[in-house]
């Protein structure tokens, strides 16, 4: 007996749609390793229509007055909350993430953040006229920058399209955002969504593979492009995007370090760095993957972190009881499953190290130590649930250890000491330093990194800013 897939479509101009040759690609929810559904797999005609249709829509969308932006905006974010147990069964299908947790983790600040940007569509500042020369007044326009190219990841399908589509349509541009072929159900969804809400060609979804995203990026309408992913192909985009001097806004990898000193609390340390670094299967360029724990605590903290992931539980995404679902794709799984099978002779898996299950893409909370800082595993991205752990001698130690990367997103330092905090907070190299705390984030404030992590803020009114461009206008006063 063969189960019929679901068809996914694109949106385009107010409109869905099937790719224009024809083409599509099976969906395959990751907690059974079966395809579920099909989904365009978008060529150059699919592209030059949406990037069109957004072309078209800009000049009226653009004119439009902030408050009126915030009235739609304000609109969206109520129709997520009304449609939030479908975008949950939709994310949950996508990614096998926990029905309970994504209904308490991410439809909340999703909605949330829809309405920070609606507050932001009307607090657009900029610096007061002036007369700097004389018999001249000059004034600053802050306008959008027009078409938004946008490329969302796996991880977060949802939510990261709110943080790209959200300030983009707060500050008057219009979109073209395509989510990853892994994951097209919910950015499909979404599209519904807003359709019934904003004029049509203001916001266009693209489903495909790479190549469509590489065509959105090079094709001659957006003024911008914008993606979250891998290191290797925000590079790809940026160098795509200097052919055109394209505006760039990049979130990337990282390798967030956790640095434990020997005066913090350590169950309650170990308690939320275990969440902070299983939750999502470990699937976020935040999440705690890199503990540098004071020699002193060293041996007690990991036979307490090793414990506490023998006691998180990954299954089903119906199971209340589980803190993560399967990690997203078969190939995810197997570069997790390689980290760990190329360990060096030195390290010593204390938690975890293997697949769970039959089917699907379920890995278990595992536990690394006695590593060196230029072992492949302290280096590079694993994005999967697993936590390395080095034992460090001093805070200078801590600090050359935790900066010798080449990532710099998010970091935590767990100390009791005040000033300690605040010299860690100051040297260390990334975007975000939380202290005695990890993974928290809120709309107010900023998220985006420094070196390979990329450049550019989501959230906050940084994040906003980024969605703009700024013109000065001199007047003559003896016209």
């Known amino acids: 007996m063969t189960t019929e897939l679901r068809r996914l479509r694109n949106y385009i101009n107010g409109e869905f749609r099937d790719a224009a040759d024809g083409r599509t690609i099976e969906v395959v929810n990751p907690a059974t ?10 060529g150059q005609a699919d592209v030059d229509a949406a990037m069109d249709a957004a072309a078209a829509a800009f000049p009226a969308w653009r004119d439009t007055t902030p408050a009126e932006r915030q009235k739609v905006l304000l609109k969206i974010a109520d ?3 009304e449609r939030a147990e479908d975008l949950i069964a939709a994310e949950s299908e996508n990614t096998g993430k926990p029905l309970g947790l994504t209904r308490s983790e991410e439809i909340p600040p999703m909605v949330d953040q829809i309405r920070f940007f609606a507050g932001a569509a009307r607090m657009l500042e900029g610096r007061s006229a002036g007369e700097y020369m004389e018999g001249m007044t000059s004034i600053v326009r802050r306008e959008p920058v027009g078409v938004c190219a946008q490329v969302a990841p796996w991880n977060y399908p949802m939510m990261m399209a709110v943080w790209k589509f959200a300030p983009a349509l707060a500050a008057g541009n219009t979109v073209v955002i395509k989510p990853s072929d892994t994951t097209p159900a919910s950015t499909v ?3 519904e969504i807003i359709g019934a809400i904003v004029p049509k060609g203001v916001f266009n979804v693209l489903c495909g593979d790479r190549d469509t995203g590489r065509a959105m990026v090079e094709h001659p309408i957006p003024a911008m492009a914008s993606i979250t992913g891998s290191v290797r192909a925000g590079m790809q985009v940026a160098e795509s995007a200097a052919k055109d001097v394209k505006r ?3 979130e990337l990898g990282g390798k967030a370090p956790v640095v434990v000193f020997e005066d913090t609390d350590i169950p309650k340390a170990v308690e939320d760095i275990a969440v902070a670094g299983y939750f999502n299967a470990g699937q976020d360029c935040t999440a705690a993957t890199r503990v540098l724990v004071h020699e002193s605590i060293h041996d007690e903290f990991v036979a307490a972190l090793a414990k506490a992931a023998t006691d998180t539980k990954t299954g089903a995404a119906d199971d209340e009881d589980v803190l993560y679902g399967p990690l997203n794709n078969a190939n995810q799984l197997k570069q997790v499953s390689g980290f760990i099978e190329r360990l060096p002779a030195h390290a010593k898996v ?6 769970v299950g039959e089917k699907g893409y379920f890995y278990a909370a595992t536990v690394v130590s006695g590593l060196k800082q230029d072992d492949e595993i302290i280096q590079k991205e694993v994005f999967g649930p697993v936590i390395t752990v080095q034992s460090f001698r001093d805070e200078a130690q801590a600090l050359e250890w935790a900066n010798g990367v080449e990532y710099a997103l998010a970091s935590s330092v767990w100390t009791k000491d005040h000033a300690r905090a605040m010299r860690m907070s100051k040297n260390l190299d990334f975007g975000c330093v939380w202290i005695n705390t990890h993974i928290p984030l809120v709309a107010e404030m900023p998220h985006g990194g420094f070196k390979k992590s990329g450049y550019g803020k989501d959230l906050s009114s940084y994040g ?3 969605y703009t461009r700024i013109k000065h206008v001199m007047t003559s006063l003896d016209a």
């Open 33 to 42: 390793g079966a395809a579920y559904a099909t989904s365009p797999l978008s």
């Open 79 to 81: 129709a997520f909350e």
């Open 189 to 191: 969804l979404i599209a």
């Open 248 to 250: 760039v806004h990049l």
């Open 350 to 355: 204390e938690a975890g190290g293997h697949q």
């Open 464 to 466: 906003f800013d980024d």
